[in-house]
């Protein structure tokens, strides 16, 4: 089973409608449900998907420097395709990782519209559940610690 919250898919939903008629890629990343408000349900160490990359953010600084200025500033567990052709489905044109989100018209978090795949493209249970990730500031972290 796959977790995701629903923010999250309602933001990946939004990204993917705003891109119509161009596709949009994007990495997600997961939190531990014991951190989660709302993720009672779920085993503590039970990985849920809540946040997404930017996408598009620093990409040319990153192709001359190879320096990644993107948010949030972690390996991102999952990604994120949108199909704006109907191809509920992995294809050779994704970008993959362990865990792919496709997403096609009328983007909506139906069956027929956003699945979770392998990365052979083997579909996967899919949960959306109502929880919140821990608030983050950058305001409250340091770069120079």
Do not use: C, K
Request: no cysteine; net charge negative; hydrophobic share 40%.
């Amino acid at each position: 089973m796959v977790y995701i919250t629903r923010g999250l898919v309602d933001i990946l939903l939004d990204l993917a409608r705003d891109a119509d008629p161009n596709g949009v890629s994007t990495g997600v990343s997961i939190t531990p449900a014991g951190e989660l408000r709302g993720g009672e349900e779920l085993p503590p160490e039970t990985p849920v998907f809540t946040d997404f990359v930017l996408p598009h953010v620093g990409d040319s600084v990153n192709a001359v420097f190879g320096v990644d200025l993107s948010t949030p500033a972690r390996q991102s567990q999952g990604r994120f395709n949108s199909h704006p052709v109907r191809e509920l489905a992995v294809t050779r044109r994704d970008d993959l990782a362990q865990i792919i989100f496709v997403a096609v018209p009328p983007w909506t978090d139906a069956d027929d519209s956003f699945g979770a795949f392998t990365r052979r493209g083997e579909r996967l249970p899919l949960e959306i559940i109502d929880a919140e990730p821990p608030a983050e500031s950058l305001s409250n972290e340091s770069i120079f610690d």
